[in-house]
């Protein structure tokens, strides 16, 4: 069983999960406008919005909770930490399960080219850059799995197949590959470990 942190539930609880995760106020009140409220604001509807909310957090009015509760709702749904793991990290989790999954990364090469093989193992450093970028900085834990596996099990396999790739010898190549293979399966376990 997973090992769940409490949901955020007022005011006060917002403002310490902010201040222990390092999210400053203006990012988070930024955030929360542009995916709930208006997607194309500019910086005067970013800045007015901001200041309530930062109003809104240092407020000791409990009698309208309602006010809060839109903030804490997406708080909890894009940040809450359960166990080690944030949101963010489980939603990049999912999207690089989704890609090794469906690339050779993990999959038996058949009569495939060997170097369309390679590119594909080559594009999961892109592809992971890319999620990382899109999951922004709260998905830290993900970005360090992920980077980790990637850097210490692939990129001498790549580097050393891409600089003769005109000469690759099928024999040596692909019990390498399977090697190589192994460890990403491995990843893509964990990742779904972590998405689910």
């Not at 000791?60 to 709702?73: K, L, W």
């Not at 708080?75 to 359960?82: I, Q």
Request: aromatic share 10%.
């Amino acid at each position: 069983m997973k090992n769940q942190s409490k949901f955020v539930k007022n005011a006060e609880e917002l403002r310490n999960e902010l201040r222990d995760q390092k999210i400053s106020q203006p990012t988070f009140a930024n955030l929360y406008y542009l995916d709930e409220v208006d997607e194309k604001a500019g910086e005067e509807k970013l800045y007015s919005h901001c200041e309530r909310f930062k109003s809104l957090l240092k407020s000791t009015d409990q009698r309208s909770p309602e006010r809060v509760a839109a903030y804490i709702n997406y708080f909890n749904r894009h940040y809450r930490k359960e166990g080690k793991y944030t949101q963010a990290d489980r939603y990049a989790a999912w999207a690089m399960y989704i890609e090794l999954d469906t690339r050779i990364a993990t999959k038996t090469l058949q009569n495939g080219k060997t170097d369309s093989a390679l590119e594909s193992l080559a594009s999961l450093f892109s592809i992971h850059r890319s999620i990382a970028k899109e999951h922004g900085p709260n998905c830290r834990n993900y970005f360090a799995l992920v980077n980790n596996v990637l850097e210490a099990e692939l990129r001498a396999f790549t580097s050393k197949w891409h600089a003769i790739s005109h000469d690759i010898d099928d024999t040596l190549f692909r019990p390498e590959l399977e090697v190589v293979q192994e460890k990403l399966t491995e990843l893509k376990d964990k990742l779904h470990e972590i998405s689910d």
